[in-house]
């Protein structure tokens, strides 16, 4: 994986600008930037992929809410945040005390926003761009993975990663709102959180998002 400091289709005090700090939903320990009306979001998406990393998704939040309200879980651990966006989970697992959050995501512009999150929220991440679901298991106490289930391909190589950091003796916590490609068969739900799915109308009902073990 690749360490990437800046690469942007505009420079990073633009994207500073351009998408304002706002409090997420469920976390109001954290501050986001995240995009609204006025982002200009095409222009500030490089690679022209889905710009995922604009906004917090449920099962990020849900587990972002799990993690500061139990320290214990990631205190003094190395955590790795997978599928990263913005880097909301790994900005909450570092509130609540990790020893060290590393962020990875395939998408470049992704990391430069978990960089500007983590500045906004006074913490250190390790920002990774690649995809190391292939790889051999990361070298973490803990993985986290907040809404990575969204795509059945994907689902069944995430599966065989978190599969093989199991054999390693490297646990996995999930948040996810319940999408269709969830391997609920491999899952112990730990906690719910009632919330807004992404992309929800505003006068749409909360759904419920969940923080699961993987077992
Ligand atoms: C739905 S977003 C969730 C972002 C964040 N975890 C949250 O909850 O707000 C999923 C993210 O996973 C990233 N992603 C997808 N496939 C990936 C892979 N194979 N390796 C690393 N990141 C991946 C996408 O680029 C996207 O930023």
């Known amino acids: 994986?690749?360490?990437?400091?800046?690469?942007?289709?505009?420079?990073?005090?633009?994207?500073?600008?351009?998408?304002?700090?706002?409090?997420?939903?469920?976390?109001?320990?954290?501050?986001?930037h995240?995009?609204?009306?006025?982002?200009?979001?095409?222009?500030?998406?490089?690679?022209?992929?889905?710009?995922?990393w604009a906004y917090p998704w449920a099962g990020g939040l849900a587990l972002a809410r799990y993690l500061i309200d139990r320290p214990e879980t990631v205190a003094g651990k190395r955590v790795l945040d997978l599928g990263a966006g913005g880097g909301l989970v790994a900005i909450a697992a570092m509130k609540a005390g990790a020893g060290q959050a590393t962020a990875v995501d395939i998408d470049p512009d992704a990391i430069e926003m978990v960089a500007l999150n983590a500045e906004a929220n006074s913490v250190a991440v390790v920002a990774l761009c690649g995809d190391p679901l292939d790889g051999a298991p990361p070298a973490v106490d803990l993985v986290l993975v907040g809404d990575l289930f969204y795509e059945a391909r994907l689902a069944a190589r995430l599966v065989a990663f978190l599969d093989r950091c199991a054999a390693a003796g490297i646990p996995s916590l999930i948040g996810d709102p319940g999408r269709a490609p969830l391997p609920r068969a491999r899952l112990a739900r730990l906690a719910e959180y009632r919330l807004a799915d992404f992309g929800d109308a505003p006068e749409a009902p909360a759904t419920t998002s969940a923080v699961y073990a993987f077992v």
């Open 1 to 32: 994986m690749t360490r990437i400091l800046a690469r942007t289709s505009l420079p990073l005090p633009s994207r500073r600008d351009r998408l304002p700090l706002a409090t997420p939903p469920l976390t109001p320990e954290l501050r986001l």
């Open 34 to 52: 995240r995009a609204d009306p006025a982002s200009g979001l095409g222009r500030l998406a490089s690679g022209g992929g889905a710009p995922y």
